[in-house]
């Protein structure tokens, strides 16, 4: 049974960092393109950054140059590094797969595994 548990959210005055983690168990992780998403209430869901088998990587332009993704392949984990946090940061966080091994995205395979979810909160 494939597994992503995530860990790192909390509270963060603006302009400071935060990490998070997202750890998966039950797949090889490296196969995978991984990301992170997050949510508002009120508001569509927006991709916030993700990584291919390959090493590709992408960032929304609101993230663009604060936030750093990485993969430590070894301990199957994956990692969020959030810099120069801003309130609009706030949300809950999410990592999820793809749903086929592969340089795939998520158009063309639907989505696989989800974390539970962790919330951020950028706030003095």
């Known amino acids: 049974q494939v597994q992503l548990v995530q860990s790192g959210g909390g509270l963060v005055q603006p302009g400071g960092s935060l990490r998070l983690s997202c750890a998966a168990s039950g797949l090889t992780l490296d196969r995978y393109t991984i990301g992170w998403f997050r949510q508002t209430p009120g508001k569509e869901r927006e991709r916030v950054s993700c990584?291919?088998?390959?090493?590709?990587?992408y960032y929304a332009d609101s993230v663009k140059g604060r936030f750093t993704i990485s993969r430590n392949n070894a301990k199957s984990t994956v990692y969020l590094q959030m810099s120069s946090l801003n309130p609009e940061d706030t949300a809950v966080y999410y990592c999820?797969?793809?749903?086929?091994?592969?340089?795939?995205?998520?158009?063309?395979?639907?989505?696989?595994?989800w974390g539970q979810g962790t919330q951020v909160t950028v706030s003095s």
């Open positions: 999820v797969t793809t749903n086929r091994a592969g340089t795939y995205y998520w158009r063309e395979t639907g989505f696989g595994s």
């Open positions: 990584v291919s088998p390959v090493g590709n990587t």
